[in-house]
């Protein structure tokens, strides 16, 4: 096992499948980085420092920096992948699939299906989300919920460097569109990695970060970390969580989250997202429809509030979900009665 920042797990992921498979091309605003500028084409290697050196490697036919243009990206990925190639597009910021959305949610989405199973797009669209960095509305959303709502889609949110590798592996080799979202907070995160050049983990197979016996806590990408610290401190007090990651929110792991609901009777969900309409809600309609007999309180949800991200410092931290929040939730299952 080697150890790796989330970033760089994402970078030398891609640059090991690009090696590997001559139809894996990428392309997306700025993803070669300072062509035309004094520091050439490698200069910056996209505004994440996720496709640094890939210029150089492969070439512009494989690299393909586009025009500032999400629907342009997206539908010329859907037209390589029915050509036989493997494109992954990278958005920048998840906010501006809206406008995209018609070649999301209308084309790549529906080809196989449309065409009867002749054809697949095997076409992965990657976007940066989440919110603390006072990044402002446009440029802090969580839309998860939106993507994990259209039939067609599989949709990913690794948490760790490690399922970093294993899960943007797995999507590279699917031959249907993947949502591969990556937090910006996360990117700094270290952890351990596969060394395994065929190291996948499938989708829909959860992870229990934690195990407990009193309360079940089930959470994505950067809420798992937050879940998890919860899970500690409860612990000090001698309460028990199970922390499951989903990992992919379509298709999800019903069976995790329910086995584990049905062993601890209680449910807490922490979501980033607003709350209407949402993957929080979809956990506890899960619970509550297939494991009712089994809940010893009404589950609970962490969730930011039906408002837009606020800019101000202060105000996107009281907007965000945090180990206290998800503490009090946790406290509140355990003293239902």
Excluded at 47 to 64: C, K, L, N
Excluded at 122 to 141: C, D, E, K, L
Excluded at 215 to 238: H, N, Q, R, S, W
Excluded at 281 to 302: E, G, H, R, Y
Aim: aromatic residues 6%; contains cysteine.
């Amino acid at each position: 096992m080697a150890k790796m920042v989330y970033r760089d797990a994402v970078r030398k992921t891609i640059f090991q499948e690009m090696e590997r498979d001559e139809n894996v091309v990428v392309l997306g605003e700025d993803i070669v980085g300072g062509m035309g500028t004094a520091g050439g084409p490698e200069a910056i290697g996209g505004i994440w420092s996720t496709s640094t050196g890939f210029y150089d490697a492969f070439g512009p036919d494989r690299v393909i920096d586009t025009p500032i243009s999400e629907s342009a990206i997206v539908g010329a990925a859907g037209g390589l992948a029915l050509t036989g190639k493997r494109p992954i597009a990278e958005l920048m910021f998840a906010d501006f699939i809206g406008v995209s959305l018609d070649q999301i949610w209308n084309q790549i989405a529906k080809f196989r299906y449309m065409f009867g199973g002749k054809s697949k797009c095997p076409a992965i669209i990657r976007m940066v989300y989440g919110a603390g960095f006072n990044a402002a509305a446009q440029h802090s959303q969580s839309v998860h919920q939106i993507l994990t709502g259209m039939p067609g889609l599989k949709v990913v949110m690794p948490s760790t460097p490690g399922d970093v590798v294993g899960l943007l592996r797995e999507a590279i080799r699917e031959d249907d569109p993947v949502i591969f979202l990556e937090h910006k907070a996360l990117y700094g995160l270290s952890g351990e990695v596969s060394d395994d050049p065929d190291f996948t983990i499938p989708f829909a197979h959860a992870r229990l970060a934690r195990a407990g016996e009193d309360v079940t806590i089930v959470a994505t990408g950067m809420m798992v970390g937050l879940a998890e610290k919860t899970a500690d401190t409860l612990a000090e007090d001698g309460i028990g969580c199970d922390v499951i990651d989903l990992r992919t929110t379509s298709p999800l792991d019903e069976e995790a989250v329910l086995d584990s609901v049905e062993a601890t009777g209680r449910l807490v969900v922490v979501d980033e997202a607003p709350p209407r309409c949402s993957l929080a809600t979809d956990i506890v309609a899960l619970a509550s429809n297939k494991a009712f007999a089994s809940l010893k309180a009404p589950p609970q949800m962490v969730t930011a509030p039906h408002t837009p991200v606020p800019f101000a410092r202060e105000l996107e931290s009281a907007y965000l979900p945090d180990p206290g929040k998800i503490e009090a939730a946790v406290r509140k299952a355990l003293d239902y009665r």
